[in-house]
């Protein structure tokens, strides 16, 4: 459900700080966030007209990369023994 353009807001949205939503626009694009802050992330986008345009960016330059440089299939040896690595700090 798209808002009208009456509706729409130009800088800072009160649901959901713009900052916010530039920070977590990567895992927004590869489906790395919970489904409330996607919903969420949804909602300020459809609501905010910078963080749509930035969004709107992010997205089509996303997808000229995945076309340019599709990602690269491991084996699944490879993906085992990193799987199985622990990181101790």
């Known amino acids: 459900?798209?808002?009208s353009e009456s509706e729409r807001t130009t800088g800072p949205c009160p649901a959901l700080d713009c900052q916010w939503v530039i920070d977590h626009?990567?895992?927004f694009?590869?489906?790395e966030l919970g489904e409330?802050?996607?919903?969420?992330?949804?909602h300020h986008i459809d609501a905010c007209d910078d963080c749509?345009?930035?969004?709107?960016?992010?997205?089509?330059?996303?997808?000229?990369?995945?076309?340019c440089y599709p990602?690269?299939?491991v084996s699944e040896t490879?993906?085992?023994?990193?799987?199985?690595?622990?990181?101790?700090?």
């Open 1 to 3: 459900m798209s808002m």
């Open 25 to 27: 626009l990567q895992a």
């Open 36 to 42: 409330e802050q996607a919903n969420a992330f949804r």
């Open 71 to 73: 990602p690269a299939h």
């Open 52 to 67: 749509m345009e930035q969004a709107d960016i992010e997205s089509t330059i996303s997808h000229l990369l995945h076309r």
């Open 29 to 31: 694009l590869h489906d």
């Open 78 to 89: 490879l993906r085992a023994r990193v799987g199985a690595l622990r990181v101790t700090l």
